[in-house]
Antibody, heavy 122, light 107 residues
Framework: EVQLVESGGGLVQPGRSLRLSCTAS????????ISWVRQAPGKGLEWVGL??????????EYAASVKGRFTISRDDSKSIAYLQLNSLQSEDTAVYYC?????????????WGQGTLVTVSS | DIQMTQSPSSLSASVGDRVTITCQAS??????LNWYQQKPGKAPKLLIY???NLETGVPSRFSGSGSGTGFTFTISSLQPEDIATYYC?????????FGQGTRLEIK
């Protein structure tokens, strides 16, 4: 069974940092890009960024709203992806999901974790 | 970025009704379109990928069609458990972008 579990969320002050983890199981993690998607309270879904698999260089892409502040990395030996959130702002308050979906996948795979809530507030 | 425009933004229908949601892309995205269902407090769940392919395990009352810039999502016979918000999402170009969502309620 494919499973993704996000962790690391919590309450953080503006300007501080947080690192989220996405622990995957049930599929060949190293073969897939992993995206992070967030959802502010009562709002829609916003793609945050992705990290490609090693076959595609393991490179990263980010939404303009987080570029330069957020960093995605991965540890294929542990099947974990990370999202480092720096210089957090109140607008970053959201539930953060990880998923191999939202991009073309081969073979097809789309599964999401339960999400982890990040609250930025003083 | 490719803009995805969904309509309507909310919809009220009766059990057994046929429900249709449309999604318009700001440029040609071929068939690189997903439809997600999201229930309150839950993660999005993929229902349709590649515009018209039913995800494994998803009931056949859900369907999708379209290509290029215009897409349609249909529930052939609305069930009480279908109450949720539905999102279209393109994956032709980075960044992946979502429609604003359609909130579906039971009348």
């Amino acid at each position: 069974e494919v499973q993704l579990v996000e962790s690391g969320g919590g309450l953080v002050q503006p300007g501080r940092s947080l690192r989220l983890s996405c622990t995957a199981s049930g599929f060949t993690f190293r073969d897939y890009a992993i995206s992070w998607v967030r959802q502010a309270p009562g709002k829609g879904l916003e793609w945050v960024g992705l990290i490609r698999n090693k076959a595609y260089g393991g490179t990263t892409e980010y939404a303009a709203s987080v570029k330069g502040r957020f960093t995605i990395s991965r540890d294929d030996s542990k099947s974990i992806a990370y999202l480092q959130l720096n210089s957090l702002q109140s607008e970053d308050t959201a539930v953060y999901y990880c998923t191999p979906g939202v991009v073309a996948t081969m073979p097809h795979l789309d599964s999401w974790g339960q999400g982890t809530l990040v609250t930025v507030s003083s | 970025d490719i803009q995805m425009t969904q309509s309507p933004s909310s919809l009220s229908a009766s059990v057994g009704d046929r429900v249709t949601i449309t999604c318009q892309a700001s440029q040609d995205i071929s068939n690189y379109l997903n439809w997600y269902q999201q229930k309150p407090g839950k993660a999005p769940k993929l229902l349709i990928y590649d515009a018209s392919n039913l995800e494994t395990g998803v009931p056949s009352r859900f369907s999708g069609s379209g290509s290029g810039t215009g897409f349609t999502f249909t529930i052939s016979s609305l069930q009480p458990e279908d109450i949720a918000t539905y999102y279209c999402q393109q994956y032709d170009n980075l960044p992946p972008t979502f429609g604003q969502g359609t909130r579906l309620e039971i009348k």
